[in-house]
């Protein structure tokens, strides 16, 4: 079924003399009614998808029509291509699909196509894998139901996406909303699509849940919390996300991205506050917590889980091979930002970080280095990622304030890291924005660093600032010395905002 149908010749033919006339005034009409069809189309974007989901969250039909014909290149992964056989239309004419990878090979003289997916849902637990219920509602990956362009669209390009949802039905997207898509228009909130690889990691939900916008300074984030038994408290969650997202705000003075989807997965009884988290990048930047909620809200503020996935979002998207620079700022800030609003003690915030530095040092294997241990990620290598990357940054950041007379921190340099490279499409290599980071600081603190620590096979050695900083490690518990030669700049780290921002 063509959603935009070509427009058909209506033009009798006026006299079997005058056939020129007749195909200029045919040609004209056709041009006409193509305008006239496609006017709210073109004006909207220059394509669009109508996405409908049944009332058991089961079942999802896809149609979509390009204004310019089909894109170059969409991308439908394996899972997907399983279920198009012989459920294929392309402008109203069902067809074989063909594939060359995940590649759908389609001309690009078409306009228009449809399709039926029945989600695979496992009814028993979240998977990162498959789709999944929570309680009355649906988690899946765009991936497994949505062809979509391959790569990032160019800015001005603009594909939006619209839902067509049962009564009582909400959905919660990481795309970017477009005008008048909040409260207002609950039943067919409409985004746009394409901002990111489509191998990117995304999460959607469907269900009863209401779609909550909290403000948080200059934005708002995008909360929705999933069904449980007991059902989680909505007031204390509130509370705590605002709480860890309003952290990032020491850094910047402003929340780091506009509007994130926030995510909250209740996975019942798991004997802490929030057994996992992470931060998605598809479509645009996502957090998503699986939380235990029968835990009380004093085990919540008292994680470090929700800042650490909050100090994320200071980076744009790192490639996972260098995980270490990603995860290590997440590290580090997770403890420093807890410091400054006053959720845990300075001394307390240095004692988690030496904590830290010990673990990552004891994981260090000599025969693998730093860069080795983000690709493989297993196991004793984890703890080398996080840490040895948090020590990267905590010496970093130590060497900016030297040099500077505190003047230049990390916080300055992930301010304008901020102000011009946040692209959501971007993937970035570590040496790269390593060297970005020295431009804009007009330093080489960063590109030093990476040279001596991204391939080496010890770990950063911290022990020399940490000692000119006055905190001792000499005991078994963490001291800090007030008459240290540079205790003004351990104090400056952990110090609270000049300027509370409101939230």
Avoid at 142 to 165: C, E, G, K, M, T
């Amino acid at each position: 079924m063509n959603i935009y149908p070509r427009a058909r010749h209506t033009l009798a033919p006026m006299s079997r003399q005058w056939p020129l006339l007749q195909s200029l005034l045919q040609a004209l009409l056709f041009c006409l009614a193509l305008l006239m069809g496609w006017s709210s189309l073109s004006h909207a974007s220059d394509g669009e998808y109508k996405v409908s989901i049944n009332s058991s969250l089961d079942r999802i039909d896809v149609r979509a029509c390009f204004q310019s014909g089909m894109p170059r290149e969409l991308a439908a992964d394996k899972r997907l291509q399983s279920q198009l056989q012989g459920n294929f239309y392309v402008d109203g004419k069902g067809i074989r699909p063909r594939f060359r990878g995940e590649r759908l090979i389609l001309s690009a003289r078409h306009s228009c196509l449809r399709y039926q997916v029945a989600l695979d849902l496992d009814e028993s637990k979240a998977s990162f894998g498959r789709s999944y219920r929570v309680g009355r509602d649906v988690v899946t990956k765009p991936q497994h139901w949505l062809i979509q362009p391959r790569r990032a669209v160019n800015h001005d390009d603009n594909i939006s996406i619209r839902f067509d949802l049962p009564p009582g039905v909400a959905v919660s997207v990481p795309w970017p909303e477009m005008p008048n898509t909040a409260s207002s228009n609950a039943s067919n909130p409409s985004y746009r699509l394409a901002m990111t690889d489509a191998n990117w990691d995304a999460q959607v939900a469907f269900g009863h849940f209401h779609v909550e916008y909290l403000d948080i300074a200059n934005t708002q984030l995008r909360l929705a919390v999933l069904d449980s038994t007991p059902a989680v408290n909505m007031d204390d969650t509130r509370r705590w996300v605002l709480e860890a997202a309003a952290a990032t705000l020491s850094v910047h003075g402003h929340f780091p991205q506009p509007m994130p989807q926030a995510l909250v997965v209740p996975v019942g009884p798991r004997g802490e506050a929030v057994p996992f988290a992470r931060v998605l990048r598809g479509g645009s930047v996502a957090l998503q917590f699986y939380i235990d909620p029968t835990r009380p809200f004093r085990e919540f503020s008292e994680d470090w889980t929700a800042t650490h996935e909050f100090s994320h979002l200071l980076l744009p998207y790192v490639s996972r091979r260098d995980a270490w620079l990603s995860e290590g700022l997440a590290s580090y800030m997770q403890n420093v930002l807890r410091a400054r609003d006053g959720r845990i003690s300075e001394r307390t915030a240095w004692s988690k970080l030496y904590a830290g530095f010990q673990r990552g040092i004891k994981a260090t294997r000599r025969e693998n280095s730093g860069a080795f241990e983000s690709r493989s990620r297993t196991g004793w290598s984890t703890m080398r990622v996080y840490w040895g990357g948090a020590a990267i940054w905590f010496l970093a950041d130590v060497e900016l304030r030297r040099r500077s007379n505190g003047q230049q921190t990390v916080d300055t340099v992930l301010d304008q890291l901020h102000d011009c490279c946040m692209d959501p499409g971007k993937l970035w290599r570590a040496k790269d924005l390593m060297r970005k980071m020295d431009q804009l600081a007009d330093t080489t603190v960063f590109s030093e660093l990476y040279d001596r620590y991204a391939h080496s096979t010890r770990f950063p050695d911290v022990e020399p600032a940490l000692a000119a900083l006055g905190v001792d490690t000499r005991r078994s518990s963490v001291r800090l010395r007030s008459q240290a030669d540079e205790a003004h700049i351990r104090s400056s780290i952990m110090q609270p905002p000049p300027i509370t921002e409101s939230f």
